[in-house]
């Protein structure tokens, strides 16, 4: 089972200082795994767009990593975010991860287009396409987005968007498996030509991830909250559990077979790194441990 696998992992790019050393350090313990892709994150209305820019630069140019920078239209115009595209694709960036982006005020908050800029996400993956020749993704819910009235608005957004080019969907994270197995059968019996991706997150942190989970709608099962009760100040056991939870919706998910998963790493590699040799993954070739 585990032939088939694979795996990509998302970062967002690190504050100058200590959080920079913790960051590669991240990035070369995971590279060992072999991953299809890594993504760099944006930040809200392209607040870490300096940083983005130069984390991807690295990426390409010092590791053998796949590098694919994300990229939202929120409050700019075509041409500034279309300086963006160019700039990815100098540094040697040829995936993007295109997103509309959170409004300024946050989830829940009213989305209004930049006058001078790209409506949705379907629209900046058409720009994506007429700048150059990107491998491009999008994002999908498999609980709904949180502005959206219905499955199938987020269904026709997501036609949209793969008319438009979009050959990817990385999906946001969740717990009920059932959630993503139902947007996929919706996605193939719509005849969308998407790759439906699952996100997978995780937890490092349980009280987090549930504040994770009220902003974009996710639920969390009342086993799951049982299984990490107590833990707070338990870090070796959490990991376990963490561990294991995340392995056992990897395989399940396996069994349905889905073959690629996307792992949020929030920049740390030891859950992730353990996940993925638990999986098969990263072990080193016979022989090369001992030499």
């Not at 963006?84 to 040829?94: F, L, M």
């Not at 987005?145 to 999906?171: W, Y």
């Not at 995340?246 to 790194?273: C, I, K, P």
Request: charged fraction near 25%.
């Amino acid at each position: 089972m585990t032939n088939t696998l694979r795996v990509s992992f998302e970062f967002f790019p690190p504050k100058v200082g200590d959080a920079e050393d913790s960051f590669w350090a991240t990035v070369r313990r995971l590279e060992t795994i072999g991953p299809d892709f890594v993504s760099v994150t944006y930040g809200a209305g392209g607040t870490t767009q300096d940083r983005t820019l130069a984390t991807l630069a690295l990426l390409t140019g010092e590791t053998k990593l796949r590098a694919a920078g994300h990229l939202t239209c929120v409050g700019k115009s075509k041409d500034e975010v279309n300086a963006v595209i160019r700039a990815y694709k100098a540094s040697g960036v040829n995936h993007i991860v295109a997103l509309r982006g959170d409004p300024p005020g946050g989830v829940g908050t009213r989305f209004s287009p930049h006058p001078d800029g790209y409506r949705n996400a379907a629209d900046l993956v058409r720009g994506i396409r007429e700048i150059g020749q990107f491998d491009v993704s999008v994002s999908a819910y498999p609980e709904r987005h949180p502005d959206s009235v219905s499955i199938e608005e987020d269904l026709a957004f997501m036609a949209d968007k793969a008319e438009n080019g979009a050959t990817r969907a990385l999906s946001q994270f969740f717990f009920h498996n059932a959630f993503f197995l139902r947007l996929r059968d919706r996605i193939a019996a719509r005849g969308i030509k998407i790759n439906l991706v699952p996100g997978i997150l995780p937890i490092t942190n349980f009280a987090r991830v549930c504040e994770f989970a009220a902003k974009c709608g996710a639920h969390i099962p009342p086993e799951l909250e049982q299984r990490f009760a107590g833990l707070d100040k338990d870090p070796e056991t959490r990991n376990l559990v963490a561990a294991m939870v995340a392995a056992e919706q990897v395989t399940a998910l396996q069994r349905e077979g889905v073959t690629d998963f996307h792992f949020y790493t929030l920049n740390r590699s030891d859950l992730v790194y353990a996940i993925c040799r638990v999986l098969g993954l990263g072990a080193p070739a016979q022989g090369e441990a001992a030499a």
